[in-house]
């Protein structure tokens, strides 16, 4: 029996491969998969022709997403999560790479200036349906749990991208389906914002999809 102001044990830290990096976890936090990464590459071959400017990652959980786009390139990137431990994690994990990082705990608007801009927008919302996290038993609850139809923070990263995005600028939004993306057609639109392209990875039973989105192109 625990005796009394006895606190729980520190979760384990272990140390898994993502590309070229080694990024540091644990059970609170998501572990990379196979569209993360694949995401992070995107992520990283944007950068190649997009114009001078900083990224921010929303969601950030440990990092990995955001730390692979960067790496090498010589861009500053900021971080953004509400959970505390996962900030830690991404402090850690940010010392791995030589570019200018900066991790930020908070809710998206609570952190992020008014007139911050962002020429690359990276994002991985929590998107399971509350009523099938349970088919994840193994991933914390806090980073999958999305409300009722898998979309509901994925929603405010889409408003939080458009506020901060260059007028050139690009979003890459981890969902779930490609039928996710199609129920978010309304809100990019009442944004100023359209899909461009997206891409699935992983397998049956495992897979996510990764949209790319841009501001609107309308012609005079």
């Known amino acids: ?30 572990l990379p998969r196979p569209w993360t990464y694949a995401q992070s590459r995107w992520a990283t071959e944007l950068l190649t022709s ?28 900021v971080m953004v999560d509400a959970a505390p431990r996962a900030c830690e994690l991404a402090r850690v994990n940010a010392e791995r790479v030589t570019e ?12 992020l200036g008014e007139h911050e801009r962002f020429v690359l927008v990276v994002a991985d919302p929590p998107w399971v349906p509350t009523q099938r996290v349970g088919e994840h038993p193994a991933d ?27 007028p050139t600028g690009r979003l890459l ?10 129920l978010l057609e309304r809100p990019f639109t009442w944004v100023g914002l359209e899909v461009v392209e997206v891409r699935e990875e992983g397998q049956e039973g495992s897979s996510g999809v990764v949209a790319l989105v841009a501001p609107t192109t ?3």
């Open 1 to 30: 029996m625990d005796s009394p102001g006895q606190t729980a044990p520190a979760p384990t830290v272990r140390t898994v491969p993502f590309g070229p990096l080694s990024i540091d976890v644990d059970d609170t936090v998501l």
């Open 50 to 77: 997009l114009p001078e400017g900083d990224v921010l990652e929303l969601c950030s959980g440990a990092g990995q997403i955001g730390l692979g786009a960067v790496h090498g390139t010589g861009r500053r990137l």
């Open 100 to 111: 200018d990082v900066e991790v930020r705990e908070g809710q998206f608007d609570a952190v």
């Open 140 to 166: 914390p609850l806090w980073a999958i749990d999305g409300g009722i139809d898998g979309l509901e923070v994925a929603r405010r990263c889409v408003r939080v991208a458009a506020k901060h995005l260059e």
């Open 173 to 182: 939004l981890q969902l779930g389906s490609r039928e996710q993306v199609e």
């Open 218 to 220: 309308r012609s005079s």
